[in-house]
């Protein structure tokens, strides 16, 4: 089993920041990538950013390409997402997912482990 526990959520005005952390604990053999999602009120889950075991490839939903930048620290098991030039359409629960696989594939249903998620609310 893996366990996932996001935080660093909360309200922050158009314009900022905020920095996102996933810690991973158990079977971490099994976060071969770990990725981030986001729900918004109303909207399907989305992918919002994705990385491989060794940091070396990442992914990016064009929404947030240049905005948002993903890295993970194996030493400390742990997922970042920092997160700039935050907009209301940034707000949403976030959520931090790993997957067995590769991260060739990043549709949500490979993805075995999930957090409970961490709310972004940003205001305009």
């Known amino acids: 089993q893996v366990q996932l526990v996001e935080s660093g959520g909360g309200s922050v005005q158009a314009g900022g920041s905020l920095r996102l952390s996933c810690a991973v604990s158990g079977y971490t053999y099994s976060t071969n990538c770990m990725g981030w999602f986001r729900q918004g009120s109303g909207k399907e889950r989305e992918g919002v950013a994705f990385?491989?075991?060794?940091?070396?490839?990442?992914h990016y939903d064009d929404s947030v390409r240049g905005r948002f930048t993903i890295s993970r620290d194996n030493t400390e098991n742990t997922v970042y997402l920092q997160m700039n030039s935050l907009g209301p359409e940034d707000t949403a629960l976030y959520y931090c997912a790993a997957a067995p696989t590769s991260c060739s594939i990043r549709a949500a249903r490979v993805f075995k482990y999930w957090g409970q998620g961490t709310q972004v609310t940003v205001s305009s």
């Open positions: 990385i491989s075991r060794g940091g070396s490839i990442t």
